[in-house]
């Protein structure tokens, strides 16, 4: 996108749902992310993310270890989940606030347990909500999508090159 940025991690504790729907978990934790780096960078616009894979508005989050990854993996054999994405950007000098969220449908292939085994022997899995990496041989797991591919990465570039095109202040004429 042409865009100069720094990572900086959060320290915030994450919800995780309790009576929050996956989509309030995302923009919840996106916020509470942005919110918290901000007042360290107050020139300029700070994006927090969040990404939830929720089943039946049941979550998904990290694998403890490889048998809970092939747990999961398991129950999302060939069902079709929802990943979700909360953004929030955060500009303190100006007051801006944008806050959205972009969900993609994902469908599994039916997965044997050899075919989860081998994934999970392949992929660093245990810090991926749901077990899995699209990006990293995904199309062993998954038969299609609907919706963003970079958000079942963990961004929704499409959707974030939109928003921040509408925030940039247009040269003078």
Do not use: W
């Amino acid at each position: 996108m042409g865009v100069t940025f720094e990572i900086v991690a959060s320290s915030v504790v994450e919800v995780a749902g309790g009576p929050l729907t996956p989509l309030d978990v995302a923009v919840t934790n996106a916020c509470r992310k942005a919110i918290s780096i901000a007042d360290a960078h107050q020139a300029t616009t700070v994006i927090g993310a969040d990404t939830v894979v929720a089943l039946e508005n049941r979550l998904f989050g990290k694998p403890a270890d490889a048998s809970a990854a092939a747990a999961m993996l398991g129950e999302l054999s060939e069902k079709t989940h929802e990943v979700t994405t909360g953004v929030c950007l955060v500009h303190r000098s100006t007051g801006e606030l944008t806050v959205f969220a972009e969900t993609t449908h994902v469908t599994f292939r039916r997965l044997t347990a050899r075919q989860i085994r081998d994934y999970i022997d392949r992929v660093h899995v245990l810090d991926k909500a749901g077990g899995y990496a699209i990006q990293e041989r995904g199309d062993t797991l998954v038969r299609k999508i609907s919706g963003s591919f970079t958000n079942v990465v963990g961004l929704p570039v499409e959707r974030l090159r939109e928003v921040l095109s509408r925030l940039q202040p247009t040269p003078a004429q």
